[in-house]
């Protein structure tokens, strides 16, 4: 799951706007007598202002739009916490604060499913009264449809495509598009025997195959209202809101769905009347009009700039929660750039890199996080935190190892170090500035990085194309990335397995091609072993490291705005460590 950072671009906050926050946090603290007291971490994994009031217009702003407000394509992980008002799941996260948060329950479907022919087959049955947004039933066949576009994907690329690789893992199937059935649902391993009733029949067992049916890929899609490539502007819902006005990177409105009807819902409570989201070019402005009051969260749900960073601390503390997260936030070495098709060369820019001082530019241990001294996020089975640290990221070389890079350098061939290009997203505020922290430090070297922003909203067709980095000269790319679920293919398959290498929104930049990877990964998906499972995923992350495909920068934390007028915050391991927006409402909202 990729997330988002905050853009370039910081305006001192005014006295004014501090006094405007005192005087909402001053309203705040006389409240009803009925809500939680606010605080800091208040909303970290416990529910803060429980309410059931309804109404209001809920007010998101973000320095970073969606990259697709489509089901199949979008990516980023605040998108899938969002598509939730206007988009449903057989299967979603209960709606609790914590790691109940990510737990499955029935969402379209009336319950977790019957599992048949050793773990290959799943019925699921739909729930009475789940109506599309003009009052028209959803069917077996739209989610059978919604499904089927992950093959779509020279039309609808950046998205995950796990159901796809699990259900048609020879890729006989040639997508909704090209389908040359009558009613192009011509993937044979799903059946719609009724309306009411959907099987699926896996080629091969996955134990992790209802967690992929919770991902918004697998939310129904109608035929008739499939505009392909223009969906996500205007995704048609199957939810308690739906698309009022979109203006991409400026604004986006959702208003209710008159015709969803709340006993069919298990999961959301649809409190406001409105849902609002204003995209900013300047996120001074948008820091600032949260302090005002005039928004109530961000949305990308990435913490403010250092400088916001600091007044928040000092003078709106009760405002911030700060979760340990899900990301794990790197730098990727695409190895069809030379000399990174060289391990040595991998290496010496791992024992040269200032590791502390990376740390302090994603925003130090409070807004950043623990130094990362590998893949795998600690909450994932068989991640073992900073106890496995192969490069002594967090030892003797965390602020780096001068002697021990130069000794790689000579070992690839490149004693006097060599020049190479450093991608990274230009609306990302501490990216960036992780970007310059380490082209300082691999100077000391003698590798000597120019630094190339290119437009955050375009990852898919820049980054995530292997032939535009390598055309670009792409030796490093920062990013980020969180589990899809909560386990090692959740996390790793996208960005480890040879099946995974995609020409367009691929994620598997370093473009890794590994037999005992893929093995593993094969091994995983059929063992039902909880401890089992923990072992293969630990020798997944071992061999990923051994590779020296990545530099780990940090195991993140968030360190996140909370209006005081927001009622049913919480924080969730279902959408790693962010706020859960589906059940937000407004105190008095009316």
């Not at 479907?109 to 048949?116: D, F, L, V």
């Amino acid at each position: 799951m990729v997330t988002t950072q905050r853009a370039p671009g910081r305006r001192k906050q005014t006295l004014a706007a501090a006094a405007v926050a005192a005087a909402l946090l001053t309203t705040a603290a006389c409240g009803d007598g009925k809500e939680d007291a606010a605080g800091y971490d208040a909303a970290n994994n416990k529910v803060l202002n429980a309410s059931s009031q309804k109404g209001g217009e809920l007010k998101f702003a973000a320095s970073q739009d969606a990259d697709s407000w489509d089901t199949t394509r979008g990516y980023y992980g605040f998108a899938w916490n969002f598509m939730r008002y206007y988009s449903r799941q057989l299967l979603s996260y209960k709606t609790e604060p914590g790691k109940a948060g990510a737990e499955l329950t029935p969402d379209l479907a009336t319950n977790a499913g019957r599992i048949s022919n050793n773990g290959k087959t799943y019925t699921f049955d739909l729930r009475d009264g789940i109506t599309w947004e003009d009052g028209k039933p959803i069917t077996s066949k739209d989610l059978k449809y919604g499904i089927e576009r992950q093959w779509a994907q020279d039309v609808l690329s950046g998205g995950p495509v796990y159901l796809k690789d699990v259900l048609d893992p020879d890729g006989a199937y040639p997508g909704p598009y090209k389908d040359k059935s009558a009613d192009r649902l011509g993937l044979k391993s799903i059946e719609t025997p009724n309306d009411r009733t959907i099987v699926f029949n896996l080629p091969r067992a996955n134990s992790d195959f209802t967690q992929m049916l919770a991902t918004p890929s697998a939310s129904p899609v109608r035929q008739d209202k499939d505009t392909k490539s223009k969906y996500g502007l205007r995704p048609f819902s199957s939810g308690p809101y739906k698309f009022d006005a979109y203006a991409p990177g400026k604004s986006l409105k959702l208003v209710r769905n008159t015709r969803w009807k709340a006993a069919s819902d298990p999961i959301r409570k649809a409190y406001p009347d409105t849902i609002s989201a204003t995209f900013f070019a300047n996120a001074g402005d948008m820091d600032q009009r949260l302090i005002n009051g005039d928004y109530h969260l961000d949305l990308n749900q990435t913490g403010p700039s250092p400088q916001g960073r600091t007044t928040a601390l000092k003078q709106h503390k009760g405002n911030l929660d700060n979760p340990l997260t899900s990301y794990i936030r790197y730098a990727v070495f695409p190895r069809s750039v030379p000399p990174f098709d060289n391990i040595h060369c991998r290496k010496a820019v791992i024992h040269g890199a200032d590791h502390v001082s990376l740390q302090n530019a994603r925003g130090g241990p409070l807004a950043g996080g623990d130094i990362a001294t590998n893949m795998l996020p600690p909450s994932v089975p068989g991640a073992e935190g900073q106890k496995y640290d192969p490069y002594k990221i967090a030892g003797d070389g965390k602020k780096g190892d001068i002697e021990k890079a130069k000794e790689e350098l000579k070992a690839c061939g490149r004693p006097d170090g060599f020049r190479t290009t450093i991608a990274v997203r230009n609306n990302k505020q501490a990216e960036v500035a992780t970007a310059e922290s380490l082209q300082a430090s691999l100077k000391k070297i003698g590798v000597r990085a120019e630094i190339d922003q290119y437009d955050g909203a375009q990852t898919a067709g820049i980054v995530g194309s292997p032939a535009h980095v390598k055309k670009k000269k792409y030796g490093i790319v920062i990013d980020g990335w969180a589990p899809d679920f909560g386990t090692v293919q959740g996390f790793g398959l996208p960005l480890w397995s040879s099946k995974y290498i995609l020409q367009s929104g691929n994620n598997n930049f370093a473009l890794i091609k590994d037999k005992t990877i893929d093995g593993l990964f094969d091994s995983y998906v059929k063992e039902l072993d909880e401890g089992e499972q923990a072992r293969i995923a630990k020798g997944i992350n071992h061999r990923v490291m051994e590779g020296a495909y990545y530099l780990p920068f940090t195991f993140e934390k968030f360190l996140n705005w909370r209006s005081p007028k927001l009622t049913n915050a919480y924080t969730t391991d279902g959408y790693s460590g962010m706020y859960d927006f589906v059940n937000l409402g407004l105190k008095n909202a009316n």
